[in-house]
């Protein structure tokens, strides 16, 4: 028997706002922003991804682990250059460093590493 339900997924990053409107509109999901700035939301209503403000911030340097990358997030898409257009025109940087063929790496504008992956 599960003990929780609904796990809710926190990124640190150095402006909330910015990666809320960004995975918002890679998503289809509404941000909501705290009054201060230090905290943003996205959601479906039935899942969640929340960013908090770190002071001193540093971006993963993935695959390196000088500043390893903790965690990532994977999107499926339908057309991975339908997908690859849409997140670059929306902010993203695809990453130097391609190690698959089903799937493409690209970085948020925090410099988290992200998947797009065929679906």
């Known amino acids: 028997m599960a003990i929780a339900r609904n796990p809710h997924v926190v990124l640190d990053c150095p402006d909330p706002a910015v990666l809320a409107e960004f995975y918002g509109a890679v998503l289809g ?3 909501s922003l705290a009054e201060d ?3 943003a939301t996205i959601s479906s209503g039935d899942h969640y991804l929340h960013f908090q403000r770190v002071e001193g911030f540093q971006a993963p340097s993935w695959p390196g682990q000088e500043v390893p990358q903790q965690f990532h997030v994977d999107v499926d ?4 250059d339908e997908g690859e257009a849409a997140v670059l025109g929306l902010g993203a940087t695809k990453h130097a460093h391609q190690p698959g063929t089903s799937f493409r790496v690209f970085l948020d504008p925090a410099g988290h590493p992200f998947c797009l992956c065929q679906a």
Do not use: C, H
């Open 37 to 39: 700035g230090g905290w």
């Open 77 to 80: 898409v339908d057309d991975l």
């Open 29 to 31: 999901w509404s941000p």
